[in-house]
């Protein structure tokens, strides 16, 4: 892949939240736990956000998305730290001779509240993307549809990746 322009990717995520007797899971977002009534119902530990940041990843480089990469039927992957998912992303980036230029997300959730907790996942996010061009949203859905109701979490992201000429 030539590496002379910068690659754009975009990452799209949802999951249904359920109380954990409905199989939801913790709820983790960006690395970050919150304590919550609701969590995802998911094969793997259902980080929407680090999901979309997987996506976005691999989008900027042309790859299989994370279903395709990792399945979610394969046993290996249950309950998985999503953050391993981002690693391979990024060791892909890093194989193609490519660094994250920036990276800015958006988090769409009703409850609980993402603000007092957003730059703790901002930073744990430019610790997994190597750089510190992140940011991190937190929006509500106005009461509309599942989402709107609490009844899901969704993540966007998008991605730049720039040809890694630091050595
Ligand atoms: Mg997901």
């Known amino acids: 892949m030539p590496q002379d322009s910068p690659r754009i990717g975009h990452g799209y995520d949802v999951h249904r939240l359920e109380l954990p007797a409905d199989g939801g899971l913790p709820l983790v977002i960006g690395g970050v736990r919150f304590e919550h009534v609701h969590g ?11 999901h979309a940041v997987t996506d976005a990843l691999l989008g900027a480089l042309g790859e299989p998305d994370i279903g395709q990469l990792f399945s979610d039927t394969d046993p290996k992957h ?40 957003k730059e703790e996942i901002r930073a744990r996010l ?9 940011n991190v949203k937190g929006k509500t859905h106005e009461g509309l ?8 979490i969704e993540a966007h992201a998008v991605v730049l990746i720039v040809a890694d000429t630091r050595n």
């Open 78 to 117: 249950q309950g998985q730290d999503s953050a391993e998912f981002v690693g391979e992303a990024m060791r892909r980036v890093r194989a193609a001779g490519y660094r994250v230029g920036n990276l800015d997300a958006t988090v769409v959730l009703e409850r609980p509240k993402l603000g007092p907790r």
């Open 40 to 50: 995802p119902v998911a094969h793997s530990d259902g980080d929407v956000l680090l």
């Open 126 to 134: 430019a610790e997994l993307l190597g750089t510190d061009a992140v």
């Open 145 to 152: 549809d599942a989402v709107g109701r609490g009844k899901a």
